[in-house]
């Protein structure tokens, strides 16, 4: 699967202490796993490139307590609170200067911020998508791409999960709804 550079961004989700860390209050050792094929992704993609995105999860401490039905906190206790190690980005992997990072308060990276309006801007088609979880924050910000006329390609072997049967079920559902899955040594920038 060969890739446009000028035309493609890598989007990293929320690869951060808080869920790659053993000592993240949400760590999933899937999560931690994918740290070196997500780093080898990137070298390709800047040796092309190709522009380089990394989602934040941040949860301001208050975000959830005026909330109608949404609280990330009641469902997964207090995790990646604004200012706190949990929400830097994992071990092993830099972010460069050249980098967009967008911080997020919900799964869904489009959600209220400008990621879209950054890849308009920059003439951006692909999304090569990787990073963690599965089911959660990767599968939100995937649909949402594809909703929004973009092109999600998940990358199987760049994404961390809980559970073995939450990875497969997100990539069978992104692959037969609004994406495509491939594997990290099918991806070429040219």
């Known amino acids: 699967m060969e890739f446009d550079p ?3 961004a890598v989007v990293v989700v929320d690869m951060q202490n808080g869920f790659c860390h053993p000592e993240g209050s949400l760590y999933a050792p ?3 796993e994918v740290v070196d094929p997500i780093a080898d ?3 390709d993609a800047r040796d092309a490139g190709a522009s380089v995105i990394f989602t934040r999860d941040v949860h301001p401490p208050e975000q959830f307590e005026d909330t109608h039905y949404y609280d990330e906190f009641d469902r997964w206790g207090e995790h990646v609170v604004e200012g706190s190690w949990e929400t ?3 071990d092993g992997l830099d972010v460069s200067p050249g980098d967009h990072v967008v911080e997020k308060h919900t799964y869904d990276a489009f959600y209220e911020t400008e990621l879209e309006g ?5 003439g951006i088609d692909d999304l090569v998508i ?3 979880l ?12 594809g909703l929004r006329d973009f092109r999600p390609v998940l990358v199987d072997d760049a994404i961390g999960y809980i559970e073995e049967d939450h990875h497969e079920y997100a990539l069978d559902h992104a692959d037969w ?3 495509e899955v491939t594997e990290r040594t099918d991806i070429t920038f040219g």
């Open 6 to 8: 000028d035309r493609t």
């Open 30 to 32: 899937g999560s931690e």
């Open 41 to 43: 992704l990137l070298d």
């Open 88 to 90: 830097e980005i994992a």
């Open 118 to 122: 950054w890849l308009d801007a920059h």
């Open 130 to 132: 990787c990073g963690t």
């Open 134 to 145: 599965a089911n959660v924050c990767v599968l939100h910000t995937a649909g949402s791409a």
């Open 177 to 179: 709804l609004f994406g």
